[in-house]
């Protein structure tokens, strides 16, 4: 590790990163108390400094008039720099996104295949197609909006790409949607209730959208959602019964076969699922207890 100048870093892959305001915030106040604790990292590579992580750290610096970072090079090569950085991506979670950005950029510029990057990363090479498959579905208007933190990409991810996958919207509906929505600061269930309405809806519903009276159709859909005498713990209840049953099913598909080969996934991941092994039991006895309860009522 080192210090550098901040003069001498390399941006070209800011627009590869997601932003994200409100993290951005709580880091400038922790930065403000306790200065950079985590060094930003990047590649050198033909004389330049090229980062590829702490970008938010240095928007932060650059706003406190902190001029030198503490900067970690991960290789003097620009397709191991990368591949470095998405092996790390194991213990510092990047979105599927950002994945899917950097995979393309060692296609594209240094000529590598699906093979060469599976192995290389220790995936399978479903794992990277996937990834590369992604951009191919999202258009470069809505990407950016994505990426600038207008618009969160989970909410593209589980609710407006099944749209296209499932009701086959096309694409400009999606990207017009998303337009209409974005930088309204919008809760994900807002803006699954408003999705729905949208696409599922009345001509005169998706008029009221098109013309910016979100709030109008918000309130709408509230008036129009069906009463209901249940108290909030019950509301609780079925509400995690329905995410158990949602997550069960998940991960019962994402566990079948051999996708995942790295030894320290299986490590967490036996620790996790011996947990939930010796949970099972008595969450059965109770499951089947309430059911057979509910049933007679």
Partial sequence: MEQIEISQLDLRFESYRLKNRAAEKELLVSILENGIQEPLKGFYYDKNQILLDGFKRLRCAKKL?????????????????IINFLRLSNTKKLSILEEAKLIDELKSVYK????????????????????????????????????????PLYAYMYILRPFIRINKIKTKEIDNFINLVSDKYLSIREIKILAKGYF??????????????????????????????????????????????KYMQRVTLKIQGDQVSNKSFYAQANLLSGGILRQMDAFQKAIRIFHDRSSKT
Avoid: C
Avoid at 65 to 81: C, K, Q, R
Avoid at 136 to 145: A, F, G, V
Avoid at 225 to 242: C, F, H, R, Y
């Fill in 65 to 81: 008039n902190i001029h030198m970072v503490p900067y970690h090079i991960l290789s003097e090569d620009g397709a191991m720099g």
């Fill in 200 to 245: 599922s809806g009345t001509d005169d519903f998706r008029a009221q959208i098109k013309s910016g009276n979100i709030e109008w159709a918000l309130n709408q859909l509230k008036v129009n959602e069906p009463k209901t005498n249940l108290t909030a713990m019950e509301q609780g209840i079925l509400k995690d019964l329905e995410l158990t049953q």
């Fill in 112 to 151: 590598m295949t699906t093979t060469d990057i599976a192995t290389m990363l220790d995936k399978s090479k479903a794992w990277v197609s996937v990834r590369s498959g992604i951009l191919n579905e999202i258009s470069n208007e809505t990407m950016d909006k994505i990426m600038n933190g207008q618009f």
